[in-house]
Nanobody
Framework: QVQPVESGGGLAQAGGSLKLSCAGSRRTFSGYVVGWFRQVPGKEREFVAAIGWRGNNTVYEDSVEGRFTISRDNAKNTVYLQMNSLKPEDTAVYYC????????????????????WGQGTQVTVSS
């Protein structure tokens, strides 16, 4: 199974923006919900956002709602996370992953249903 590859992380100032990309393959992305997650040392990985396999359903964690936007380009097998109005508490390693179940209508927020994780990309927001 080909792992997705995250990119676009880096250092940003509070109030700034970053856009993350999650590149997969047609075999691993086509027909699957894709989610973004984040993790800081010593804490469990947490859900950030997810998008349905057609791209018409999205769900966000409360603290990022209105600031982050998830989207996907199925022709490129890529999912994006546009992060605006960044806060220091957004600092984390960000991961993408696919729901283990194909053709789910509604994106899932439960971390344990996702598999095929990428290696992550570090996002650091300075105050």
């Amino acid at each position: 199974q080909v792992q997705p590859v995250e990119s676009g992380g880096g250092l940003a100032q509070a109030g700034g923006s970053l856009k993350l990309s999650c590149a997969g393959s047609r075999r691993t992305f086509s027909g699957y919900v894709v989610g973004w997650f984040r993790q800081v040392p010593g804490k469990e990985r947490e859900f950030v956002a997810a998008i349905g396999w057609r791209g018409n359903n999205t769900v966000y964690e409360d603290s990022v709602e209105g600031r982050f936007t998830i989207s996907r380009d199925n022709a490129k097998n890529t999912v994006y996370l546009q992060m605006n109005s960044l806060k220091p508490e957004d600092t984390a390693v960000y991961y993408c992953a696919t729901d283990s179940r194909p053709f789910m209508v509604l994106p899932e927020t439960r971390v344990h249903v996702y598999d095929n994780w990428g290696q992550g990309t570090q996002v650091t927001v300075s105050s």
